[in-house]
C-alpha cells in the first residue's frame, strides 16, 4: 500500500540524511530534509503542512524525531539538530506546558463513575452488556451493529453532539473506539484511554511507547480475573492492559524490522491475539541510500494472557535476497512487502485466520512479484500453517516515489499499487452459502468462497481505483448487501497541489448473493471549503436500516440501507469544540477508522492529519436528544 503512516499514501517528517552543522538553523534543516515531503505537490506523499503540524508542541515533534515513527528517518541528526528542528517547525521554543497539561486531573471520573469493577449489573459483566468491540463489531468483521445500535432510520435523524474528546499532543485522530461495559477504549497519539460512554469523563490513560491507530479488543482473562484490553503501536508492539486499571499486564515486540508497525487491530478469540504486521517500509524506499527493500507482512498468534508467541505467519514466505544494485550502487533486496493493514478475520468453523495483503515493494532475483501480494490468504489458526490464497492483482511491486519522486528504487515495470487496506468480511447467505467479501482499492469488489479455497463467486467494479482509489478502509455487510464507499480522490493540477472538488466518492449498496448493484449514491458536494474533495475513504458502519460513512471533507452521513437516500448529516469539521477534559480540538478529514454505534450513542474520530488543512485531534460522541 502507498505508504500508509496513518491512512494513505505519507511519510511524516521524512528526513535524509543531512551533515552535522556547528550551529543547527531549523530552517535550514528544514528546507533540506523536510521540505520534500511536506512542502511537496507529489500526490502519494500526503504529509501534513508545516502550518498543520504548528498545533503541536516542540516536545511532540521531537518525540516523533527521536522515539516515534520518524526516528529511522531522523537518526543521521545529531540531539542539537532534531531540536532546533522541532522547535522551528513548532515556531515556538520548549516549554514544561505538555507535561504540566499530561498530570491534570480535567475531565477524570468522579470515584466510582462509570467503573466496570464497581457494583452490579452491566457494569461488572462489560461483554454481557451493549458493546462493539475490536475493528468490525465482531470476529466475522462485518461492521454491523445489530442487537445494541440503539438507534433506527426513524431516530437517526435526531443526532446530535453529546460531548467531545481531545487528544493531546497528536495532529492526527486515527483510532478508532471500542465501547465495552460502558467505557470506550481509545488511542489517540501515544495514549489510550478508557472513558465514560455518557460523558466522556476519564477513567484510565495509558502512555504508549508510540502512536496508537488500532481499534482496541477486550475479552475475558484467564480464572475470573476480570478483562483486558488489547492493542498495538506504530512501534510494532503488541500490548495488554487491565481493563479496569489501565495496568500493563504485557508488551510484545510482534516484529524487529525497523520500518514495521502494527495499524490493524488485533483480533482475538478463545484466548489467542493475532496480531497483523504491517510497515511504511515504502517510504524508506524513496531515499537512494537505503537497501529496499526487506520487510514481509505477518500475523502473529499471542497467548492472550501471557503474551507469549504461539505461531508466526510470514505473507511471503521465501526470505528477501540481493537482487541488483541501483544507480548509486546501494545494494536491493526482494521479495518484500505484502503488508497486513487490516484487522484479521476469525473463522472458528472452518479453524482459519484470513487476512489482506497489500502490494509488494519489490522483485525476487528472478523478476516475480510474490502471489501473496493484493491478496486474501487464510491461515490455519491453531499452527499458522498457509492453507491458500488467492491474488487479486498479480505482479503489483511499488514503493513511494515510483509514479513521481525518486524513482530510484523503484520496481522495473512497477504496479498501481491496487492493496487491500480493509479485513474480509466473513457472512453467510439465506442457503447457507458462505462468503469472503472485500473492497480493493483497484475499485473492485470480490466474492470469496472460503469453503473452496477462496473461489471466486463474484467480483463487480465499483471505483475507478488508483494509488488513493477504490474502495480503502472498510466496507460493512447485513444479511442482504455489503456496502461500500469509494475514494478515487483527485487533485487539481498546480501549485499547490489540491483535492479536486470534482472528483472521487459515492456509496454502493452491493447485494451478496448476486454481486448486483442494487443501489448507488453519486458524490456529494463538499461546500465551500479549502481542501475539498467528495471522496469517502474512512472506514463505513451499518445498523438496521442505516448507513454511516464520514468523508475526507469532514462530512458525516447516514443514509437508508433500502435506497440510499440521506437521513441525516453533520460536518464535522470545526475549530470550536469544548472538550470535557479541557484540551483544545478541532475536527477535520474522516478516513481511516469508521464510526461506532452502541445503545443509542455514535462515536467517531475527527481530523486525520495526512489531508493537509485537514488535521484535527477530536473524538466525538453523538445521541438522540432528549436521551
Given at each position: 500500500?502507498?505508504?500508509?503512516?496513518?491512512?494513505?499514501?505519507?511519510?511524516?517528517?521524512?528526513?535524509?540524511?543531512?551533515?552535522?552543522?556547528?550551529?543547527?538553523?531549523?530552517?535550514?534543516?528544514?528546507?533540506?530534509?523536510?521540505?520534500?515531503?511536506?512542502?511537496?505537490?507529489?500526490?502519494?506523499?500526503?504529509?501534513?503542512?508545516?502550518?498543520?503540524?504548528?498545533?503541536?508542541?516542540?516536545?511532540?515533534?521531537?518525540?516523533?524525531?527521536?522515539?516515534?515513527?520518524?526516528?529511522?528517518?531522523?537518526?543521521?541528526?545529531?540531539?542539537?539538530?532534531?531540536?532546533?528542528?522541532?522547535?522551528?517547525?513548532?515556531?515556538?521554543?520548549?516549554?514544561?506546558?505538555?507535561?504540566?497539561?499530561?498530570?491534570?486531573?480535567?475531565?477524570?471520573?468522579?470515584?466510582?463513575?462509570?467503573?466496570?469493577?464497581?457494583?452490579?449489573?452491566?457494569?461488572?459483566?462489560?461483554?454481557?452488556?451493549?458493546?462493539?468491540?475490536?475493528?468490525?463489531?465482531?470476529?466475522?468483521?462485518?461492521?454491523?451493529?445489530?442487537?445494541?445500535?440503539?438507534?433506527?432510520?426513524?431516530?437517526?435523524?435526531?443526532?446530535?453532539?453529546?460531548?467531545?474528546?481531545?487528544?493531546?499532543?497528536?495532529?492526527?485522530?486515527?483510532?478508532?473506539?471500542?465501547?465495552?461495559?460502558?467505557?470506550?477504549?481509545?488511542?489517540?497519539?501515544?495514549?489510550?484511554?478508557?472513558?465514560?460512554?455518557?460523558?466522556?469523563c476519564i477513567r484510565w490513560s495509558f502512555a504508549t511507547d508510540a502512536a496508537v491507530r488500532t481499534a482496541v479488543s477486550v475479552g475475558p482473562r484467564r480464572d475470573g480475573r476480570g478483562h483486558a484490553v488489547y492493542f498495538g503501536d506504530i512501534a510494532a508492539h503488541a500490548y495488554a492492559l487491565d481493563a479496569a486499571k489501565g495496568t500493563l499486564l504485557w508488551k510484545v515486540k510482534v516484529d524487529p524490522h525497523p520500518a514495521a508497525r502494527v495499524t490493524g487491530a488485533p483480533a482475538l478469540h478463545d484466548g489467542v491475539l493475532y496480531v497483523p504486521v504491517?510497515?511504511?517500509?515504502?517510504?524508506?524506499?524513496?531515499?537512494?541510500?537505503?537497501?529496499?527493500?526487506?520487510?514481509?507482512?505477518?500475523?502473529?498468534?499471542?497467548?492472550?494472557?501471557?503474551?507469549?508467541?504461539?505461531?508466526?505467519?510470514?505473507?511471503?514466505?521465501?526470505?528477501?535476497?540481493?537482487?541488483?544494485?541501483?544507480?548509486?550502487?546501494?545494494?536491493?533486496?526482494?521479495?518484500?512487502?505484502?503488508?497486513?493493514?487490516?484487522?484479521?478475520?476469525?473463522?472458528?468453523?472452518?479453524?482459519?485466520?484470513?487476512?489482506?495483503?497489500?502490494?509488494?515493494?519489490?522483485?525476487?532475483?528472478?523478476?516475480?512479484?510474490?502471489?501473496?501480494?493484493?491478496?486474501?490468504?487464510?491461515?490455519?489458526?491453531?499452527?499458522?500453517?498457509?492453507?491458500?490464497?488467492?491474488?487479486?492483482?498479480?505482479?503489483?511491486?511499488?514503493?513511494?516515489?515510483?509514479?513521481?519522486?525518486?524513482?530510484?528504487?523503484?520496481?522495473?515495470?512497477?504496479?498501481?499499487?491496487?492493496?487491500?487496506?480493509?479485513?474480509?468480511?466473513?457472512?453467510?447467505?439465506?442457503?447457507?452459502?458462505?462468503?469472503?467479501?472485500?473492497?480493493?482499492?483497484?475499485?473492485?469488489?470480490?466474492?470469496?468462497?472460503?469453503?473452496?479455497?477462496?473461489?471466486?463467486?463474484?467480483?463487480?467494479?465499483?471505483?475507478?481505483?488508483?494509488?488513493?482509489?477504490?474502495?480503502?478502509?472498510?466496507?460493512?455487510?447485513?444479511?442482504?448487501?455489503?456496502?461500500?464507499?469509494?475514494?478515487?480522490?483527485?487533485?487539481?493540477?498546480?501549485?499547490?497541489?489540491?483535492?479536486?472538488?470534482?472528483?472521487?466518492?459515492?456509496?454502493?449498496?452491493?447485494?451478496?448473493?448476486?454481486?448486483?448493484?442494487?443501489?448507488?449514491?453519486?458524490?456529494?458536494?463538499?461546500?465551500?471549503?479549502?481542501?475539498?474533495?467528495?471522496?469517502?475513504?474512512?472506514?463505513?458502519?451499518?445498523?438496521?436500516?442505516?448507513?454511516?460513512?464520514?468523508?475526507?471533507?469532514?462530512m458525516l452521513r447516514a443514509y437508508a440501507t433500502g435506497d440510499g437516500r440521506l437521513l441525516w448529516e453533520v460536518d464535522t469539521a470545526r475549530d470550536d469544540y469544548v472538550t470535557v477534559n479541557g484540551v483544545r480540538a478541532r475536527g477535520g478529514a474522516m478516513d481511516g477508522p469508521g464510526p461506532t454505534v452502541v445503545d443509542g450513542m455514535l462515536y467517531v474520530t475527527s481530523g486525520y492529519g495526512l489531508w493537509g488543512g485537514k488535521a484535527g485531534n477530536v473524538l466525538l460522541a453523538f445521541g438522540v436528544s432528549g436521551d
Amino acid at each position: 500500500m502507498t505508504t500508509r503512516l496513518a491512512g494513505f499514501a505519507l511519510v511524516t517528517l521524512a528526513l535524509s540524511p543531512v551533515s552535522v552543522l556547528a550551529q543547527p538553523s531549523g530552517a535550514d534543516l528544514y528546507a533540506r530534509a523536510c521540505a520534500q515531503c511536506h512542502d511537496s505537490s507529489d500526490t502519494e506523499i500526503r504529509a501534513p503542512r508545516r502550518e498543520a503540524m504548528r498545533a503541536l508542541s516542540p516536545e511532540a515533534i521531537l518525540r516523533a524525531l527521536e522515539t516515534g515513527s520518524m526516528k529511522p528517518f531522523a537518526q543521521a541528526l545529531s540531539a542539537a539538530e532534531r531540536a532546533a528542528l522541532a522547535q522551528y517547525i513548532a515556531g515556538r521554543a520548549f516549554t514544561q506546558q505538555a507535561a504540566a497539561v499530561a498530570g491534570t486531573p480535567d475531565g477524570r471520573c468522579t470515584e466510582g463513575a462509570g467503573d466496570p469493577s464497581a457494583g452490579s449489573g452491566q457494569a461488572s459483566r462489560p461483554l454481557e452488556g451493549p458493546r462493539w468491540n475490536g475493528w468490525g463489531a465482531d470476529i466475522a468483521n462485518t461492521r454491523f451493529q445489530s442487537a445494541n445500535a440503539g438507534l433506527s432510520a426513524e431516530t437517526v435523524g435526531g443526532l446530535s453532539l453529546k460531548w467531545a474528546f481531545g487528544f493531546e499532543g497528536t495532529l492526527s485522530a486515527n483510532a478508532q473506539a471500542s465501547i465495552v461495559g460502558g467505557r470506550v477504549f481509545v488511542g489517540g497519539g501515544r495514549k489510550v484511554h478508557a472513558l465514560d460512554a455518557k460523558s466522556g469523563c476519564i477513567r484510565w490513560s495509558f502512555a504508549t511507547d508510540a502512536a496508537v491507530r488500532t481499534a482496541v479488543s477486550v475479552g475475558p482473562r484467564r480464572d475470573g480475573r476480570g478483562h483486558a484490553v488489547y492493542f498495538g503501536d506504530i512501534a510494532a508492539h503488541a500490548y495488554a492492559l487491565d481493563a479496569a486499571k489501565g495496568t500493563l499486564l504485557w508488551k510484545v515486540k510482534v516484529d524487529p524490522h525497523p520500518a514495521a508497525r502494527v495499524t490493524g487491530a488485533p483480533a482475538l478469540h478463545d484466548g489467542v491475539l493475532y496480531v497483523p504486521v504491517s510497515s511504511i517500509e515504502e517510504a524508506f524506499g524513496t531515499r537512494s541510500d537505503y537497501e529496499c527493500c526487506t520487510f514481509r507482512g505477518s500475523v502473529m498468534a499471542l497467548d492472550a494472557e501471557t503474551g507469549a508467541e504461539i505461531w508466526k505467519a510470514y505473507t511471503i514466505e521465501d526470505e528477501p535476497h540481493r537482487t541488483k544494485k541501483n544507480s548509486v550502487g546501494t545494494q536491493l533486496f526482494g521479495p518484500s512487502g505484502a503488508a497486513i493493514w487490516s484487522a484479521p478475520t476469525v473463522d472458528p468453523a472452518r479453524g482459519a485466520v484470513y487476512v489482506a495483503t497489500g502490494n509488494a515493494y519489490s522483485r525476487a532475483i528472478d523478476g516475480t512479484v510474490a502471489d501473496t501480494s493484493d491478496a486474501v490468504i487464510a491461515f490455519d489458526m491453531k499452527t499458522g500453517r498457509r492453507l491458500w490464497h488467492r491474488q487479486a492483482t498479480p505482479s503489483d511491486a511499488f514503493i513511494v516515489g515510483c509514479v513521481s519522486g525518486n524513482t530510484m528504487n523503484c520496481p522495473d515495470d512497477h504496479g498501481p499499487d491496487h492493496d487491500f487496506g480493509q479485513s474480509p468480511i466473513l457472512t453467510t447467505l439465506a442457503d447457507g452459502r458462505r462468503l469472503l467479501v472485500i473492497g480493493q482499492k483497484s475499485g473492485v469488489v470480490h466474492a470469496l468462497d472460503p469453503d473452496r479455497e477462496g473461489e471466486i463467486r463474484w467480483q463487480v467494479r465499483v471505483g475507478k481505483g488508483g494509488t488513493l482509489g477504490g474502495s480503502q478502509w472498510g466496507s460493512a455487510a447485513d444479511k442482504d448487501k455489503v456496502y461500500v464507499a469509494i475514494s478515487d480522490v483527485r487533485f487539481t493540477s498546480g501549485t499547490p497541489l489540491l483535492l479536486d472538488p470534482r472528483a472521487g466518492g459515492g456509496l454502493f449498496g452491493i447485494e451478496l448473493a448476486t454481486g448486483r448493484v442494487a443501489w448507488s449514491v453519486p458524490p456529494a458536494p463538499c461546500g465551500e471549503r479549502a481542501q475539498c474533495s467528495p471522496a469517502l475513504s474512512a472506514a463505513v458502519t451499518a445498523i438496521p436500516g442505516v448507513l454511516f460513512s464520514g468523508g475526507v471533507s469532514g462530512m458525516l452521513r447516514a443514509y437508508a440501507t433500502g435506497d440510499g437516500r440521506l437521513l441525516w448529516e453533520v460536518d464535522t469539521a470545526r475549530d470550536d469544540y469544548v472538550t470535557v477534559n479541557g484540551v483544545r480540538a478541532r475536527g477535520g478529514a474522516m478516513d481511516g477508522p469508521g464510526p461506532t454505534v452502541v445503545d443509542g450513542m455514535l462515536y467517531v474520530t475527527s481530523g486525520y492529519g495526512l489531508w493537509g488543512g485537514k488535521a484535527g485531534n477530536v473524538l466525538l460522541a453523538f445521541g438522540v436528544s432528549g436521551d
